[in-house]
């Protein structure tokens, strides 16, 4: 039985930490496959700088996502709803 290698697939380069960060967004953003995630968190596991660089990159995503919103305020939505209602009565009419 083949034990599972400790880095991600190889994308040409024979520096698994090279590879790991060339799938860096792949991974923090969830599009990579299953089998690639499993190697790269087997190599996350041995690699303390590329671990520390992937949970950089993943709190930087979370702070991106949870701040820095602006509620747009009530009158500004309903003008926009407005707006897009009678865009959309004037299409169906024209149609």
């Given at each position: 039985m083949t034990e599972p290698t400790a880095h991600p697939p190889h994308s040409g380069s024979d520096n698994p930490c090279q590879d790991a960060l060339d799938g860096?967004?792949?991974y923090v953003d969830g599009e990579m496959s299953e089998d690639d995630r499993r190697q790269l968190d087997l190599h996350l596991l041995d690699c303390v700088?590329?671990?520390?660089?992937?949970?950089?990159?993943?709190?930087?995503k979370h702070v991106i996502a949870t701040r820095g919103r602006v509620r747009c305020p009530d009158e500004v939505r309903a003008r926009?709803?407005?707006?897009v209602q009678t865009f959309s009565i004037e299409?169906?009419?024209?149609?």
């Open positions: 860096l967004y792949r700088g590329c671990e520390s660089v992937f949970e950089f990159e993943v709190r930087v926009l709803v407005e707006v299409q169906r009419r024209e149609a």
